[in-house]
């Protein structure tokens, strides 16, 4: 049964959202997209109506529930990057060497989705881009784990995501087009769940390191969730580590929860074991979770301060509790 809990709104001056968020010099950084209102926010299955165009980061200034949050400014523009077409979405940052790297999906003139890379010396920005995308990349939803010393991204999104154009690593259509439930090349029913994708990285940080391998989710039978099951995953990976285990988190995209799975390695398998947090305002749940200061904490998004409008969302925080055997207590998605 989920719980109520407390949640803040983090910046409600701005529409922002599917935030990553890491624990840098002691301090919470917070890398979300931009959400942005213009005469066509036209909702549709293929994401169009998300018009995203820069990036900002923000800080926050010692308990995520009460302390400081600071807009740092725009860090990225899209008119800054070389190969860019449209619609910046969910981005991560890591550091290595005192360096911050930004991984960013962007559809480029083609209107495909690519990885690109901006490199930054404080983790406030400002973010200088790489010229070319990442060799080889594809999809959304980028996500970072730093992991004994290697990083791994891991990625991928159904419908407007363009994941379902691909099938070991290589395009089998046009990415550009068939991005919506319609697609001929998204599974049905009883037939295996399309997984997330995984990758380590290169020692610059700057490429893969090899070919991405599936992120596969089981259930307590071993067996891959099928495409009907409204558990299965569809978008916004986030990995974290915890008392040895990996903890593989997602969005399920058309039935509106987080949920999570748990593994003993970076690449899994993973077994499903509950819902993170129940559907919120708003078709999307984006979400990052971290500790900090011994309490951990979920970052999410809704679009309740729009009056429910699914392209202006606003970023939340909550405190998130484990049960002694490593499970994840349930929180409900919709405030009172």
């Not at 978008?235 to 040895?244: I, L, P, Q, R, V």
């Not at 049960?323 to 409900?332: A, F, W």
Request: aromatic content about 12%; hydrophobic content about 30%.
């Amino acid at each position: 049964m989920a719980k109520k809990v407390e949640k803040r709104y983090l910046l409600p001056a701005d529409y922002m959202a599917d935030p990553s968020v890491h624990v840098f010099n002691g301090k919470i950084y917070i890398y979300p997209s931009h959400d942005w209102e213009d005469e066509s926010n036209v909702e549709d299955d293929s994401g169009d109506q998300y018009i995203m165009k820069d990036y900002h980061v923000l800080s926050i200034d010692g308990d995520p529930m009460t302390g400081t949050v600071t807009d740092h400014g725009k860090v990225l523009d899209l008119e800054d990057i070389a190969w860019h077409g449209r619609q910046l979405w969910d981005c991560d940052v890591q550091e290595k060497d005192g360096k911050y790297y930004m991984y960013f999906p962007m559809k480029d003139k083609n209107e495909v989705f690519r990885h690109g890379v901006a490199i930054a010396d404080n983790p406030a920005g400002p973010f200088i881009p790489q010229p070319e995308p990442v060799h080889g990349s594809y999809s959304i939803d980028m996500a970072v784990l730093k992991d004994n010393g290697e990083y791994y991204m891991y990625f991928g999104g159904l419908w407007g995501g363009q994941l379902q154009s691909y099938r070991d690593n290589i395009g089998i259509e046009d990415p550009a087009v068939n991005n919506t439930p319609d697609s001929p090349n998204l599974p049905h029913g009883d037939q295996p769940a399309i997984p997330s994708r995984v990758v380590k990285l290169s020692p610059d940080m700057l490429q893969y390191a090899e070919e991405p391998k599936p992120v596969v989710v089981v259930d307590e039978d071993g067996k891959p969730l099928t495409a009907d099951d409204p558990h299965r995953f569809f978008e916004a990976s986030w990995t974290f580590k915890k008392d040895g285990k990996y903890y593989f988190t997602y969005s399920t995209g058309d039935s509106h929860l987080l949920c999570y799975a748990i593994g003993d390695n970076i690449y899994g398998p993973f077994t499903y074991k509950g819902v993170i947090l129940t559907p919120v305002v708003g078709w999307t749940t984006h979400h990052a979770i971290i500790e900090f200061e011994g309490k951990w904490y979920l970052f999410h998004h809704d679009s309740k301060p729009s009056g429910g409008k699914s392209w202006l969302r606003s970023l939340k925080v909550c405190e998130l509790t484990f049960n002694e055997d490593g499970t994840i207590e349930t929180i409900e998605g919709i405030d009172e």
